[in-house]
């Protein structure tokens, strides 16, 4: 059973719909009715997947991944009898609580998984929600009472791990490598379109790509694609740097649309700088861009770094003069873009493909049933 808010979107299950089809599991997934993810409310798609049965929930506390609550879960959880309850939640989050509730009344032999992408201590330095003191609280509980297995997104929160689970496992974003795929690879253009994709804030270094692209030559085009709370400032800071003709904010896109928005691009940049209580964890867009075969420039903070490997070109975090000179070197040779290009692919799929993902959550569920089943012996 598979409690998961991203997975309305239909595109979002395929490491599910290999479980079910090549793995021999009979897998239940639960969606929130409709979700909005900061792009635009999605209802929950249908499913037509043999072996795979979605149920649509109602549930509580809106759209938030950190405080959303499933009625009706408990009923489900009764009737279903899963082996393996795995929630699509942080431990801090009100879903890992409910999970972990639901588990100890509802189904004791099953195996619990959680997931994490927490590479900053926030036990130390606090969380950045409001009413953190209930994320505190749901935190210490699953300390007090550990699932059986966390899947980390970032390689550092293996570290945290051992506080919140028997087992844990490696589990960065899976992409369908045959949906995110190159269309024009090495297609030439009249400018050299450079472009981000994701929050318009200023902790995604947003500013410093805009002052990094006024060096650039006029040939060069840069896109925003995404909204945020920065936007407006942004805009003003383009008048300022002289480069408003040449820079275009587009509004978000749904997760199926991503792939064009990829392919429209020479180079993908995502420059984000780190603050008390953020940093980049398993940026989603970089396996993306990798996928699509897009060269990308990016600031070697939090977990970019662990992603990208030799895939891109990295610059100091917050240095907009050296992430200028990134991107002239991918301006002024396109042989060195198609080698990124051809790196990223091939990363992208030995890493991150649906395949690759399945079976490693595949392995990863069965390793922690049979655990727990010997520990309740």
């Known amino acids: 059973m598979i409690v998961d808010h991203m997975a309305v979107e239909a595109s979002r299950r395929g490491v599910y719909r290999v479980l079910a089809r090549d793995r021999n599991c009979e897998i239940h997934v639960i969606t929130p009715q409709r979700w909005n993810e900061g792009v635009q409310t999605i209802s929950s798609e249908p499913e037509e997947e043999a072996g795979l049965t979605l149920h649509v929930l109602p549930t509580l506390f809106g759209n938030r991944a950190h405080r959303v609550v499933y009625r009706h879960l408990s009923a489900l959880v009764r009737k279903v009898k899963p082996d393996f309850l795995y929630v699509e939640a942080e431990p801090e989050n009100y879903a890992a609580i409910q999970g972990l509730l639901l588990r100890k009344l509802l189904a004791p032999r099953a195996a619990l998984g959680l997931v994490s992408s927490r590479n900053i201590d926030h036990v130390a330095v606090g969380f950045p929600y409001k ?46 490598c045959s949906v995110f795929r190159p269309a024009a690879m090495y297609g030439e253009r009249s400018a050299l379109a450079v472009g981000f994709v994701g929050r318009i804030t ?18 060069t085009r840069l896109s925003f694609v995404g909204r945020g709370d920065d936007g407006e400032e942004l805009i003003r800071l383009g008048r300022r740097l002289g480069i408003e003709q040449r820079m275009m904010l587009w509004p978000p896109v749904v997760h199926s649309q ?14 984000s700088v780190e603050t008390k209580y953020w940093m980049e964890q398993c940026p989603r867009v970089l396996i993306e861009a990798m996928a699509c075969g897009v060269p990308i420039v990016a600031s070697a903070s939090g977990g970019i770094p662990d992603v990208v490997g030799n895939a891109a070109l990295l610059f100091k975090t917050g240095d907009a003069n050296e992430l200028a000179a990134r991107l002239m070197q991918f301006l002024h040779d396109p ?7 051809e790196r990223g692919r091939a990363r992208a799929l030995a890493e ?26």
Request: proline letters at 6%; one cysteine or more; a positive charge.
């Open 131 to 176: 009413m953190s003191f209930t994320h505190r609280t749901c935190d210490w509980l699953l300390r007090r009472s550990p699932a059986d297995v966390l899947f980390c997104r970032a390689r550092r929160t293996v570290e945290f791990a051992p506080a919140y689970a028997e087992q844990s496992c490696y589990f960065p974003f899976a992409i369908d």
């Open 352 to 377: 991150y493909d649906v395949p690759v993902l399945a079976r490693r959550l595949h392995s990863a569920i069965l390793d922690a049933v049979e655990s727990r089943a010997l520990r309740l012996r």
């Open 202 to 219: 200023w902790n995604k270094g947003v500013n410093i790509l805009a002052e990094a692209f006024a060096r650039l030559p006029s040939t």
């Open 335 to 341: 042989d060195l873009r198609r080698q990124y290009a």
């Open 258 to 271: 991503i792939p064009g928005i990829m392919n429209s691009l020479d180079v993908l940049v995502l420059p």
